[in-house]
């Protein structure tokens, strides 16, 4: 403050402050009881004896002194110097505005300067502060004592603390555990342990993990002397993890495992807890040594599976809810702690079920029915197609056998046909019972997906929950009157269909065929069927025989030429002598051709009995020896076995 400052000043104290006041204010000098003053003393010696009296003060000295006067600027503080001391009146206003001092109140300050040419003492009320303040600090660090503090923000590596002074707390030394949220810090009041401090670099470092650390020390032994087991105790989340919750006991930690949270299903504990909740546990089991702690929760409370059985009998309709699905089921919780299981195979009566999502979702209220329950390993088994009729009870009575019913093909397989009946039966038409007469490769060659068709019921298996159609048991069977639209002997004509080279398959009429053996075409031996015939060929032959059972029908067209032939003969041995020499002429010649043809059918019969003679001899007299090359017999009767080979594969094919 320069000298024109300081004179307004003055002038503005004098205008404002009464004259007796400041005289009444004005500090006698303090001169010593014991001294005696003899009025024989020089001006020297008394101005001498007053500076004498005054007291000696330095620089940065913290001295108590008392409020003389307020001014709207600063404050005059009499320190027992030459002059009053002025502060700043900020130095005494608080957060709201108001003055916090009156006139002789005493106060501590800190002499800053002495101006000897204003002659004026500069003095700080707030560096009086500090000083107090660091002088305490060091007290309390020298002590190993607690000062309190307010964390004001947070900075960089920590916090700022007020403690009188602006001092630095590490994010380390906040708390036991690493803080997850810093924020929730600031604006609170702590104790701290002053770590260090540095008056010259005005740094003070504070602890409030020390603190923490001492009282968690004594309270481990205090909490490792009263820990004994099943006993109930209070504790405070430290920690969550996806197996389990660690909880402080009081200086010892303890494991809350999942499995022993609930006596139902927890995904998560996070699910049911949060770091810092306070919660009751029972102790299961403890080592004093390691200092490890096992907890329970559901322990608290019964176990829900010691009366299950007499709670869910068989056979009782329960609500639940759907907790969980499987590719093998659904898990429905009935209470805390019970949990039951629904096959896939228990949802429907009718529907082929995948996954049951098809059926129910999770977080699904639902009805079902006890099917089984076992306390000892904690299972219970549920169904819920029971809490309907089952339709195949009752679907014979609505669907006797016989029954002509109609719906709609919903797919079609290389077996057969599935048509849709009512609700969710299907109904198979096999493949061989869907024509009488037709060929059928794939079902797809005469239907397609939701066609609608008519069917009849052949048979219902409720037990396998098989139900079984007919499309050609509509109309008659063809083949049971074939007997009467072609008897025996009969003579018929009809188209090649096929021919194999066992014979020849001709069709009669729609969907009935008959097969002439390679061996009935001729008298003559036939080697192939397709050197005389071919496909789409109109020939007439003679029902040879008829199984119905097996649908064949067996044809002839060599007997149909023996016939003619017999006819033929009847008709020569029958005929009148002749009348005329042509007609004499045309008998003779009939009878030769007669008698040659039986000649040389004789003549055949005889050559085939020698060689079967010369056979059996040969095989008589020829030894047996091993190794030996034996020369292979000839070929008897080769129409015959032709023939016998013929038949074989006619069967075959007809099979």
């Known amino acids: 403050m320069n000298n024109n400052e300081l004179e307004s000043a003055k002038d503005e104290i004098e205008e404002e402050t009464p004259e007796e006041t400041i005289v009444d204010k004005i500090q006698e000098p303090e001169i010593p009881e014991d001294y005696e003053i003899s009025g024989n003393e020089s001006m020297e010696e008394l101005m001498q004896i007053y500076e004498s009296s005054m007291k000696q003060f330095e620089e940065g000295q913290v001295v108590e002194g008392t409020v003389i006067a307020i001014h709207k600027a600063f404050i005059l503080v009499d320190v027992g110097y030459k002059s009053e001391g ?23 300050v800190m002499i800053e300067f002495w101006d000897e040419e204003d002659e004026i003492v500069k003095l700080s009320r707030d560096k009086a502060l ?10 309390v660090y020298d002590n190993d004592e607690i000062i309190k503090g307010e964390i004001t923000a947070r900075v960089k590596g920590g916090f700022s603390v007020d403690v009188g002074l602006q001092a630095f707390l590490p994010g380390s030394q906040a708390d036991l555990r690493p803080i997850r949220n810093m924020d929730e810090m600031v604006g609170q009041t702590y104790d701290f342990k002053v770590l260090k401090h540095n008056r010259k670099r005005n740094n003070i470092v504070l ?26 105790m209070e504790g405070i989340i430290k920690n969550i993890t996806e197996y389990g919750v660690f909880v402080d006991l009081g200086g010892v930690d303890g494991l809350l495992h999942i499995t022993d949270i609930s006596w139902g299903r927890v995904k998560h504990p996070s699910e049911l807890f949060s770091v810092g909740e306070k919660i009751t546990v029972k102790i299961l089991s403890y080592d004093l040594e390691k200092e490890r702690v ?44 019970i949990e039951g299981l629904i096959h896939v195979s228990e949802m429907s009566w009718t529907r082929k079920i995948r996954h ?56 079609i397989t290389e077996f057969g046909l599935f048509i849709g009946i009512d609700d969710d039966i299907d109904g198979l038409v096999h493949i ?60 018929i004509s009809g188209t090649i269909t096929n021919l194999t080279d066992f014979g020849v398959f001709i069709e009669l009429e729609e969907g009935i065929e008959g097969l002439v053996h390679v061996s009935e075409i001729s008298k003559e031996k036939v080697n192939s069927p397709k050197e005389r ?6 020939i007439t032959a003679k029902v040879m025989n008829i199984n119905s059972d097996e649908r064949r029908i067996g044809l002839s067209i060599k007997r149909l030429e023996d016939d003619d032939e017999k006819a033929f003969e009847d008709f020569a041995k029958n005929m009148k002598p002749a009348t005329s020499q042509f007609g004499e002429m045309l008998r003779d010649n009939l009878k030769e051709q007669l008698d040659a043809d039986k000649k040389k059918s004789d003549e055949e019969e005889v050559k085939s009995e020698e060689v079967k003679e010369s056979e059996e001899v040969k095989s008589e007299e020829s030894p047996v020896v091993e190794d030996a090359k ?26």
């Not at 002025?86 to 505005?97: A, V």
């Not at 019964?302 to 609500?319: F, L, M, Q």
């Not at 396998?464 to 003579?491: A, C, H, M, T």
């Open 86 to 108: 002025r502060i700043p009146i900020q130095e005494f206003i608080d957060e709201n505005g108001d003055i916090i001092v009156d006139i002789d109140d005493k106060v501590e």
């Open 130 to 139: 500090k000083v107090k303040v660091w002088d305490n600090i060091k007290d």
């Open 207 to 232: 602890s409030r993990r020390a603190i923490l650390e001492s009282e968690r020390t004594q309270l481990r032994s205090e909490t490792l002397s009263s820990i004994d087991k099943d006993k109930i």
């Open 294 to 337: 096992s907890l329970g929760m559901k322990q608290l409370t019964p176990d829900p599976w010691t009366i299950a059985k007499e709670k869910y009998p068989v056979g009782s309709k329960i609500p639940g809810k759907v907790v969980s699905l499987t590719d093998y089921g659904a898990f429905i919780e009935l209470e805390e702690g």
């Open 356 to 411: 049951p999502s098809q059926i129910v979702s999770v977080g699904e209220e639902i009805e079902a029915i006890v099917l089984d329950i076992k306390p000892e390993s904690r299972r219970i088994s549920l169904g819920i197609k029971q809490t309907v009729e089952n339709p195949w009870e009752v679907i014979s009575q609505k669907y006797p056998v016989g029954t002509v019913i109609e719906g709609k093909i919903k797919n």
């Open 432 to 491: 061989s019972d869907i024509s009488w007469t037709k060929r059928i490769n794939h079902p797809s060659e005469v239907y397609k997906k939701n066609d609608t068709i008519q069917a009849v019921v052949l048979d219902i298996d409720k037990d396998n929950e098989r139900f079984s159609l007919g499309i050609k048991q509509i109309q008659p069977d063809p083949w049971e009157s074939v007997g009467q639209r072609y008897e025996v002997g009969k003579e």
């Open 533 to 538: 015939f071919n496909i789409n060929d109109k």
């Open 630 to 655: 034996v020369e292979e017999p000839v070929e008897k009767a080769p129409e015959i076995k032709e023939e016998k080979e013929e038949e074989k594969n006619e069967d075959d094919v007809q099979n």
